[in-house]
T-cell receptor, first 113, second 111 residues
């Protein structure tokens, strides 16, 4: 049983470029979550999918951010026109229906120069 | 509104000492869940425990124990006989709808 995987693990980009991250949840988990974590802080909720439906988006998720989960399996998070303030660790988690604990991937660390 | 406070930013102890990490939460909802996660230097958050608001029974798992007290809105975590491998950042989180996280406590166990 593999855990949640995320790619890439690290991404360095220049301000203004677009970036896309991928998350593969635990295979039988139908719920998928994206979080952002900055240094010295706990994760902040960004968005949540149940199967392919995006059910909730945080106000933190500006219109430069978009997330998809087209077939209810893997998910992508795209950030357009990156800004230095987007530098953070982006975490993905998944859970199965009927459970509340979430299992996290290793994260993608984004650095915007 | 919900809130989680971990007042201890960093704790440093010598190996084999016992250490308690504090967590205080705020919510007006009567149904909620509380969690502890461990984040080692590798960065991956590791689930440790979940409690629901109707179960105040304390729990022990090996060297780890948790004390849930609704009267003081606290969910504290104690490591007995700490080891260097316990060094990590520990997060407490509250879930009503989505997870609300504390800022974490960095635990340093010195050999």
């Amino acid at each position: 049983d593999t855990g949640v995987s995320q790619n890439p693990r690290h991404k360095i980009t220049k301000r203004g470029q677009n970036v896309t991250f991928r998350c593969d949840p635990i295979s039988e988990h139908n719920r998928l979550y994206w979080y952002r974590q900055t240094l010295g802080q706990g994760p902040e909720f960004l968005t949540y999918f149940q199967n392919e439906a995006q059910l909730e988006k945080s106000r933190l998720l500006s219109d430069r951010f978009s997330a998809e989960r087209p077939k209810g399996s893997f998910s992508t998070l795209e950030i357009q026109r990156t800004e230095q303030g987007d530098s953070a660790m982006y975490l993905c988690a998944s859970s199965s229906h009927g459970t509340v604990e979430q299992f996290f991937g290793p994260g993608t660390r984004l650095t915007v120069l | 509104a919900q809130k989680v406070t971990q007042a201890q930013t960093e704790i440093s102890v010598v190996e084999k000492e016992d250490v308690t990490l504090d967590c205080v939460y705020e919510t007006r909802d009567t149904t909620y869940y509380l969690f502890w996660y461990k984040q080692p230097p590798s960065g991956e958050l590791v689930f440790l425990i979940r409690r629901n608001s109707f179960d105040e029974q304390n729990e022990i798992s090996g060297r780890y124990s948790w004390n849930f007290q609704k009267s003081t809105s606290s969910f504290n975590f104690t490591i007995t006989a700490s080891q260097v491998v316990d060094s990590a950042v520990y997060f407490c989180a509250l879930k009503v709808y989505q997870l609300i996280w504390g800022a974490g406590t960095k635990l340093i166990i010195k050999p």
